[in-house]
């Protein structure tokens, strides 16, 4: 099993930033890509970003392109996920989850571990 812990959510207003994290455990050889899903009420699961724990690729929604930037650091197994000028429409659970795809997936059903999530509220 993997287990995944996110923070860094909270309260910022139009234009902010916030950082969030996500710190790995467990059978983390098992897995090679990390993302980061965002899911608003009443919406399905969405895509933010992705990276892959070796190499250097990434891949990151339109909706986010240019203001989100995930990276990671490989010693800690945490991943983080720099989010500048925040919108309102950025608000919702933001959740971490590891897969076994060799390069980093837009695709929910390709992670198999999941976060508890972590809640990012813009206010306008």
């Known amino acids: 099993q993997v287990q995944l812990v996110e923070s860094g959510g909270g309260l910022v207003q139009a234009g902010g930033s916030l950082r969030l994290s996500c710190a790995a455990s467990g059978r983390t050889f098992n897995t090679n890509t990390m993302g980061w899903f965002r899911q608003a009420p009443g919406k399905e699961r969405d895509f933010v970003a992705a990276?892959?724990?070796?190499?250097?690729?990434?891949a990151y929604a339109d909706s986010v392109k240019g203001r989100f930037t995930i990276s990671r650091d490989n010693a800690k197994l945490t991943v983080f996920l720099q989010m500048n000028s925040l919108k309102p429409q950025d608000t919702a659970v933001y959740y971490c989850?590891?897969?076994?795809?060799?390069?980093?997936?837009?695709?929910?059903?390709?992670?198999?571990?999941w976060g508890q999530g972590t809640q990012v509220t813009v206010s306008s």
């Open positions: 989850a590891a897969g076994r795809a060799y390069l980093p997936s837009s695709v929910v059903n390709e992670y198999n571990y």
């Open positions: 990276i892959a724990w070796s190499g250097f690729a990434t």
